[in-house]
């Protein structure tokens, strides 16, 4: 299954890290991982990306769509907008998908751009976890 990683910022290292990490290789072999980004990698990012055992796809030798196009699965960082690749959109995942399929224990996900530290911080006193 050849998986693509849309977006090398946070995210994008996040789910790299994963998908190699001991959990992730009974999905996926690294040599199945590809990275893209619209933006010049870094040295560092590059090596990071290598030393996985993933494949570098720049932006400027690929586009966005090539690379969904030939994936089996991608996943995408937030501040890829996907809005024009809609015919993929059964094969378009985000982290919190990758979690939900390797983490089985009760959660409560806690998502959005404002309100998330409060959130967590009333739900964790209503369930008796933290200490005042």
């Known amino acids: 299954?050849?998986?693509?990683?849309?977006?090398?910022?946070?995210?994008?290292?996040?789910?790299?890290?994963?998908?190699?990490?001991?959990?992730?290789?009974?999905?996926?072999?690294?040599?199945?991982?590809?990275?893209?980004?619209?933006?010049?990698?870094?040295?560092?990012?590059?090596?990071?990306?290598?030393s996985a055992g993933a494949r570098v796809v720049h932006g400027d030798c690929a586009t966005l769509g090539e690379v969904i196009a030939i994936a089996d699965m991608v996943f995408t960082s937030p501040g890829v907008n996907m809005n024009r690749y809609k015919q993929y959109s059964y094969k378009i995942f985000c982290e919190l998908d990758l979690f939900a399929r390797f983490f089985d224990k009760p959660t409560i996900g806690i998502t959005g751009s404002l309100g998330k530290t409060t959130t967590t911080k009333l739900l964790g006193a209503l369930a008796g976890i933290f200490k005042k």
Request: glycine letters at 8%.
């Open 1 to 50: 299954m050849r998986i693509a990683i849309i977006g090398f910022g946070v995210v994008g290292k996040s789910i790299l890290a994963f998908l190699t990490n001991e959990q992730g290789k009974k999905f996926v072999r690294a040599a199945d991982l590809l990275v893209w980004d619209a933006r010049p990698f870094t040295k560092d990012e590059e090596q990071i990306i290598v």
